[in-house]
């Protein structure tokens, strides 16, 4: 397995442009969520799922519109980059109750930086 | 709302016991988990208290007690490799994951 895949691992992108972040998971998890990470910081959810055509805003929502269409892929899309979108962004996914911990598995992220 | 606290900075040296501590103000959450994450890697899971008390996972420890609003996780014989961030969270009956703003751990030599 695979695991969590995301791409691309670095972006760098102009003010104003837009992007698609993508992550896959192949282990058949309900949930899956998307979280930025600034220096220094704790993760912040963006976005989260808990299954196929649901969709729903965590913390941090603005300026980001998720979708997903099948169980394994939810990708992130930034409609205008803003430099204040510069972080690191994690994709992560969890069985969603069949354990009890309910363990995210985090991709190895994307650092992005829009000038 | 929901929101975690821990400290900042926790410096031990080799061999030494840590404990990180984790406060929350939550209306309701399923349990606490901790996450470790190195410089540059992704967050891993570490452990999970759904329930008041202490869980043991190797020369992990991690602790909950809901009427006091509290978790530690402790780390028992210090190694090098066990610098990282460690980052505590809730899953709140949202289906939502909070997690707390990460405690830098240093281990000296």
């Known amino acids: 397995n695979a695991g969590v895949t995301q791409t691309p691992k670095f972006q760098v992108l102009k003010t104003g442009q837009s992007m698609t972040l993508q992550c896959a998971q192949d282990m058949n998890h309900e949930y899956m969520s998307w979280y930025r990470q600034d220096p220094g910081m704790g993760l912040r959810l963006i976005h989260y799922?808990?299954?196929?055509?649901?969709?729903d805003q965590g913390e941090v929502p603005n300026g980001y519109n998720v979708s997903r269409s099948t169980t394994e892929d939810f990708p992130l899309r930034l409609l205008s980059a803003a430099p204040s979108q510069t972080s690191v962004y994690f994709c992560a996914s969890s069985d969603l109750g069949q354990t009890p911990a309910n363990e995210q598995f985090f991709g190895p992220g994307t650092r992005l930086t829009v000038l | 709302g929901q929101s975690l606290e821990q400290p900042s900075e926790v410096t031990a040296v080799e061999g030494a016991i840590v404990q990180i501590n984790c406060t929350y103000q939550?209306?309701?959450?399923?349990?606490l988990s901790w996450y470790q994450q190195h410089d540059g890697g992704a967050p891993t899971f570490l452990s999970y208290n759904a329930l008041d008390g202490l869980e043991e996972t190797g020369r992990f420890s991690s602790f909950l007690s809901r009427s006091d609003s509290y978790g530690y996780l402790l780390l028992q014989e210090l190694q090098m490799k066990d610098s990282a961030s460690y980052f505590c969270?809730?899953?709140?009956?949202?289906?939502?994951?909070?997690f707390g703003p990460g405690t830098r751990l240093s281990v000296l030599p």
């Open positions: 799922s808990v299954g196929a055509g649901i969709t």
């Open positions: 969270a809730v899953k709140n009956y949202g289906q939502n994951f909070v």
């Open positions: 939550t209306s309701g959450f399923y349990g």
